[in-house]
């Protein structure tokens, strides 16, 4: 996709506020503003004061791989997108010579260019990964990390939404990771995302009544989240239990960058 994805849906239910459908231009406009606001200090909360997103950071750094000022960004998704945030901008490059409708493939790569990654839509990046299959253009994942502010529910959620995206960005710097379409190489950072960044918080699990058993409960949360994030990459959908399946027991296991897992799991 446009960007790994990290569903809201996969968690608890989203803001109550007035759908931005109901609203006028400039009461959706004051609404966002108020939702970015809060983001930001969210996202300002965490650099400064949690632990894990700072600790991960500082890898990113001693790895080479050191974030801009900009590598965190709360945004304005829209209304039709159901996500908490997500990891990865799709660079889009016109191969030379390689299309007999050179010009007419630029202007369309331009429009997609030109799109917030969140907003990219299903055709976007259908066209995208059909392009790259057909050889005409040159697909690479940059990283950045953005939250979707009309979605953040509190301050545990974003800083749980920034560490799962941190560990993608973790994943991208020490491997040739093509999540792109790669569905092992997809698999396994969701898995690794969802296992070490605390969203499967066994009390969350009980409150969203997604909990079928005490012990083991965080495998199976694991694999339920990242399943979904799998299956929305239109390369991986078909395959995306068998791809799950391949990489669960291996990168489950594997806690890189911390020495054991961070948070405690039944």
Request: aromatic content about 6%; charged content about 25%.
């Amino acid at each position: 996709p446009s960007h790994i994805t990290h569903d809201s849906t996969n968690s608890s239910s989203k803001m109550t506020s007035p759908s931005s459908s109901t609203l006028s231009a400039e009461e959706r406009e004051k609404q966002q503003a108020k939702y970015k606001e809060q983001c930001d200090d969210y996202v300002r909360s965490g650099l400064q004061k949690n632990p894990t997103i700072q600790f991960l950071i500082e890898r990113l750094v001693q790895m080479g791989c050191e974030p801009s000022k900009a590598f965190i960004r709360c945004m304005d998704c829209g209304d039709d997108v159901q996500a908490g945030g997500g990891f990865g901008v799709i660079e889009e490059t016109v191969i030379p010579n390689a299309s007999q409708q050179p010009v007419v493939l630029q202007a369309q790569v331009n429009s997609r260019a030109a799109k917030a990654q969140c907003k990219r839509t299903k055709n976007d990046i259908e066209a995208m990964l059909e392009g790259e299959k057909k050889g005409t253009v040159k697909l690479k994942l940059l990283p950045e990390i953005f939250l979707c502010q009309q979605h953040i529910r509190n301050e545990t959620h974003a800083h749980e939404a920034m560490a799962h995206e941190l560990i993608h960005a973790v994943d991208l710097c020490r491997t040739n990771m093509d999540p792109i379409s790669n569905c092992i190489h997809l698999a396994c950072t969701e898995i690794r995302a969802e296992n070490l960044s605390g969203e499967c918080n066994w009390l969350r699990e009980f409150g969203n009544r997604k909990m079928s058993q005490f012990p083991g409960h965080n495998k199976e949360c694991v694999k339920r989240r990242a399943l979904l994030s799998v299956k929305a990459n239109p390369n991986c959908k078909d395959q995306a239990e068998q791809a799950i399946e391949a990489a669960f027991d291996r990168c489950y296991k594997d806690t890189f960058p911390f020495d054991r897992h961070p948070n405690l799991k039944f």
